[in-house]
C-alpha cells in the first residue's frame, strides 16, 4: 500500500539556524511531491512541489528551498530559519493529475 | 488568489444535526473536487470527490451536491457526531494540472 513518511513530529529551532524536513513516500514510483505550510488556523499553503527527480516548482519565494534528490524523497530546507517560518509543514503526494492527494502527519516547527 | 472560496470559515452544529460547507470557483476547466478532513495535529485526509459529470455523490452520512452551470459545490454532513468536529477543505483541479487549489477551510464543530 501506499504510504508517506514525515519527520520530525515536532522541532523548534532558534532564529538563523539551519532547517532540513525529510519525507518520504513508499508503495509507488514517480509521485508527484509537495511541501505545504499552515499557519495557526489558517489554510493550506503550496510552498514547493515536484513531478520527478530534481525538478522543482515553488509557488511561494521564501525563504526556504527544496529538493527531490531521489523518486521518493523531498526535503525541505533553510539556510537561516526567520520567526515567520514558523508553522505547520505538510508533506504529500500524489500519481497524476486530478487524483487525490495523500498527506503526512506533518512537522510542527517553532522558531524561538 | 483563491481560485476556490469556501464559506462559512466556521459553524457549530448540534449532534444529530446538518452541517453544511459551501464552495464557488470561476475557472471552468476545473473538472475534479475533492474533499477532505483535518484533525488537529494531523494532516488532511481524503473525505470524497466528485467530477462534474454527476451532481451528487453520497458516502455514509457525508454527501457532495455539486452545480456546474452555478460553479459550486458543497459538502453536507449528515446527523454530524461530536467525531467529525474538525476542518474540512474542498479543493478543485483540472486536467495536466498537478496542484490542488484549496479552498480556505472550515472549521466544524458539533456539540454533543
Known amino acids: 500500500s501506499q504510504t508517506i513518511h514525515q519527520w520530525p513530529a515536532t522541532l523548534v529551532q532558534p532564529v538563523g539556524s539551519p532547517l532540513s524536513l525529510e519525507c518520504t513516500v513508499e508503495?509507488?514510483?514517480?509521485?508527484?511531491l509537495y511541501w505545504y505550510r499552515q499557519a495557526a488556523g489558517r489554510g493550506l499553503q503550496l510552498l514547493f512541489y515536484?513531478?520527478?527527480?530534481?525538478?522543482i516548482s515553488s509557488e511561494v519565494p521564501q525563504n526556504l528551498s527544496a529538493s527531490r534528490p531521489q523518486d521518493r524523497q523531498f526535503i525541505l530546507s533553510s539556510k537561516k530559519l526567520l520567526l515567520s517560518d514558523s508553522g505547520f509543514y505538510l508533506c504529500?503526494?500524489?500519481?497524476?493529475?486530478?487524483?487525490?492527494?495523500?498527506f503526512g502527519n506533518g512537522t510542527r516547527l517553532t522558531v524561538t | 488568489q483563491q481560485q476556490v472560496k469556501q464559506s462559512p470559515q466556521s459553524l457549530i452544529v448540534q449532534k444529530g444535526g446538518i452541517s453544511i460547507i459551501n464552495c464557488a470557483y470561476e475557472?471552468?476547466?476545473?473538472?475534479?473536487f475533492p474533499w477532505y478532513q483535518q484533525f488537529p495535529g494531523k494532516g488532511p485526509a481524503l473525505l470524497i470527490a466528485?467530477?462534474?459529470?454527476?451532481s451528487e455523490k453520497k458516502e455514509g452520512r457525508f454527501t457532495i451536491s455539486f452545480n456546474k452551470s452555478a460553479k459550486q459545490f458543497s459538502l453536507h454532513i449528515m446527523d454530524s457526531q461530536p467525531g467529525d468536529s474538525a476542518t474540512y477543505f474542498c479543493?478543485?483541479?483540472?486536467?495536466?494540472?498537478?496542484?490542488?487549489?484549496f479552498g480556505a477551510g472550515t472549521t466544524v464543530t458539533v456539540r454533543a
Open positions: 515536484s513531478v520527478g527527480i530534481g525538478q
Open positions: 475557472n471552468t476547466a476545473f473538472d475534479y
Open positions: 504529500a503526494f500524489g500519481t497524476g493529475d486530478r487524483s487525490p492527494l495523500h
Open positions: 479543493a478543485a483541479s483540472k486536467r495536466n494540472d498537478y496542484k490542488l487549489s
Open positions: 508503495g509507488t514510483s514517480n509521485p508527484n
Open positions: 466528485i467530477r462534474p459529470d454527476v
